[in-house]
């Protein structure tokens, strides 16, 4: 699977999920985000794309976080050697369902990513 195929099916898979109405998207400047096929996608599904400007980190600070929380929460009982492909998925995804079910936020009013976005729904 190319990282295009890659992204683009995660993507359908977020919307069938979650079926989000009025959505922007950030991401970086890379040939995946930029390409043909995953700016139409965008467009046919009515979501907003936005990317990061050349050389601020600032503007990924949100999404550095969250990989930070991953790393340090999601993998701190794990060696990095021994982690195969399917382990890093499972793990991957025992965390997103944690981090978006379970973790509360002080900045979501100390609720779950879920239950503050039911509650400004």
Known sequence: ?????????????????????????????GSVYT???????????GIITSMSRKGNCHDNAVIESFHSSLKSEGFKDHRRSSNTNIK???????????????RIQAKLNYLAPIEYGRQVA
């Open 1 to 29: 699977m190319t990282e295009r195929n890659f992204v683009l099916s995660t993507l359908k898979e977020a919307l069938n999920k979650r079926r989000p109405k009025n959505v922007l998207l950030h991401s970086d400047q």
């Open 35 to 45: 390409s043909y096929a995953y700016q139409n996608f965008a467009k046919e599904k």
């Open 88 to 102: 890093v998925i499972e793990i991957v995804n025992q965390y997103m369902c944690y981090y978006n079910e379970k």
